[in-house]
């Protein structure tokens, strides 16, 4: 890739604003709908696993960019998996011993990170093919835009669903709960309505 | 009698009270990627649901009889996601080999299937509801399997009516598919008091 050091910087720049709108892993690329749906119920668990997420594609990026040049082809998504998987097995571990209740909100939904396309999307379409410096941006980019993404998700659903984000109420007291927002449905339909929004808004820039 | 009582419950329960894709919200790639044609959609169906009974009996039995007589649980996400890939190899060589002609209409799904959550959520879940029986497994992870076409399928008809309605124009392709889906699992939600 580009090595002059002023093209370099303007590179990584680009690389790591893209994560966050442009090439947004949810909004624009429909990666990882699975625990987007799951876990945006409320916001800590959100921020959590949007912390996991961040992590393993960071130590998965890392990783896959450095053996890039020892890869076999046809081994290579095997390699990929297997090195996400030892990763989230390490994210895991820590949840349970250090936050033992959002471990247990989470439940099955941190090792079906190992199988989250975020990841496995960047490491076939950008850490095996740049250098370490180039991939650990961008695994910063993606997993910040994908956090932030959760967490706005996972805050209009707890705020109608609670009148309440982070214990804090905002809703005036008249306002009756919204029940349905933390279940399934509004899962869908919030994100369904979001993605509508977000189309609307690119629309209006092109 | 008691075993099979147990067994149709686990089955009915999979399919329609802990649907996959409606209340777990595993397999939603797929469900969102291929449900625009029926055929294609069963297709993905059918190959889902053959690799889930056999990932989720193997996973189990790896889990049961070796993980943790060893003591090696610590292990276990690694060794599913291997034994996953596996099979997924191994139903496409043997595929490839006596059944070119089916082999030839699941075409790209069979490979996409490692990476479908439903498989590695339903392995994991196996664990999670401590099912203790191998039949059990059996049967719940073909039930997971039957409840995900389902699912699909009734998606896959829902838009090919789509098609022709007037959306507006932001909502077109996965908007309105995710907010139709929210309306398939509030009528899903109505099967939730049928079990215990």
New interface residues.
């Given amino acids: 890739m580009v090595n002059k050091s002023e093209a370099g910087t303007a590179l990584y720049g680009q690389t790591l604003l893209a994560g966050l709108w442009r090439e947004n892993p949810v909004f624009r690329l429909?990666?990882g709908?699975?625990?987007t749906?799951?876990v945006t119920a409320a916001v800590k668990p959100a921020l959590t696993m949007g912390c996991c997420v961040i992590f393993v594609l960071l130590c998965s990026n890392v990783i896959v960019s450095l053996m890039r040049n020892l890869l076999k082809p046809h081994l290579r998504?095997?390699m990929f998996?297997?090195t996400i998987?030892?990763f989230?097995?390490i994210a895991?571990?820590f949840l349970k011993a250090f936050q033992p209740e959002m471990s247990e909100v989470l439940?099955?939904y941190v090792?079906?990170i190992?199988?989250?396309?975020i990841i496995?999307c960047r490491a076939e379409a950008c850490a095996s093919k740049n250098g370490l410096f180039v991939s650990i941006v961008d695994a910063l980019g993606m997993g910040i835009g994908f956090t932030l993404t959760l967490c706005v998700l996972a805050g209009v659903r707890e705020l109608l669903s609670t009148g309440k984000i982070f214990e804090v109420q905002f809703m005036p007291d008249a306002f009756v709960p919204w029940a349905?927002m933390g279940?399934?449905?509004?899962?869908?339909?919030t994100?369904?309505?979001l993605?509508?929004?977000v189309?609307?808004v690119t629309?209006k820039e092109a | 009698m008691d075993t099979l009582n147990v067994l149709i419950i686990g089955f009915i329960s999979i399919v329609v009270v802990k649907n996959l894709v409606f209340t777990k919200f595993l397999g939603i790639c797929p469900y969102l990627g291929v449900s625009g044609r029926i055929d294609m959609a069963f297709g993905m169906g059918l190959a889902v649901t053959f690799v889930v009974t056999l990932s989720g009996t193997l996973t189990w039995m790896i889990d049961n009889w070796v993980l943790m007589k060893l003591g090696l649980e610590v292990t276990r996400y690694v060794c599913f996601i291997l034994v996953i890939a596996g099979a997924v190899q191994l139903v496409e060589m043997y595929l490839r080999k006596f059944f070119p002609s089916l082999y030839e209409s699941f075409g790209i799904f069979l490979p996409l299937i490692t990476t479908n959550c439903a498989i590695l959520g339903l392995c994991l879940f196996l664990n999670l509801w401590a099912i203790d029986s191998l039949l059990e497994a059996v049967v719940v992870s073909f039930g997971a399997g039957i409840g995900f076409t389902m699912a699909i399928c009734i998606m896959a008809g829902i838009r090919e009516n789509l098609n022709m309605a007037d959306v507006p124009k932001c909502l077109k392709g996965a908007p309105i598919t995710l907010i139709t889906a929210g309306i398939l699992a509030m009528a899903f939600m109505g099967f939730a008091g049928m079990i215990r």
């Fill in positions: 429909l990666l709908m699975c625990p749906l799951a998504i095997l998996t297997l998987a030892t989230v097995t895991d571990l439940g099955p090792p079906l190992i199988v989250n396309c496995i349905a279940m399934p449905v509004g899962a869908f339909i994100l369904g309505l993605l509508g929004l189309n609307m629309k």
